[in-house]
């Protein structure tokens, strides 16, 4: 069973950055896709990011591409992802997500099989 628990989320201003991390157990990141998709309040789930296990190839939300970067530490089995010139309209809980079909398919069906229980990122104007 893929255990996912997510941290480093807060509060930040806007234009500000944070990293939160995601740290897996029971199942090398390796062998998985490793992704975090967002939820703002009233909205659905987005798709944020995903990792590739096999080759780090990486996919991102057009919204978030060029101020987001997923990243992953197989070391210490963990996944991270740093965010940069954080807007408010990226407030949202963010969840870490793992799935061993690919990032491709991460990236095209929008969702995972295993998830972590989100951590809150406020941005405040």
């Known amino acids: 069973q893929v255990q996912l628990v997510e941290s480093g989320g807060g509060l930040v201003q806007a234009g500000g950055s944070l990293r939160v991390s995601c740290a897996t157990s029971?199942?090398?990141?390796?062998?998985?896709?490793m992704a975090w998709f967002r939820q703002a309040p009233g909205n659905e789930r987005e798709f944020v990011a995903v990792?590739?296990?096999?080759?780090?190839?990486?996919y991102y939300a057009d919204s978030v591409k060029g101020r987001f970067t997923i990243s992953r530490d197989n070391a210490k089995n963990t996944v991270y992802l740093q965010m940069n010139v954080l807007k408010p309209e990226d407030t949202a809980v963010y969840y870490c997500?793992?799935?061993?079909?690919?990032?491709?398919?991460?990236?095209?069906?929008?969702?995972?099989?295993?998830w972590g229980q989100g951590t809150q990122v406020t941005v405040s104007s």
């Open positions: 997500a793992a799935d061993p079909r690919g990032s491709s398919y991460v990236w095209q069906i929008r969702t995972a099989a295993y």
């Open positions: 990792i590739s296990g096999s080759d780090g190839t990486t």
């Open positions: 029971g199942r090398t990141i390796s062998s998985l896709a």
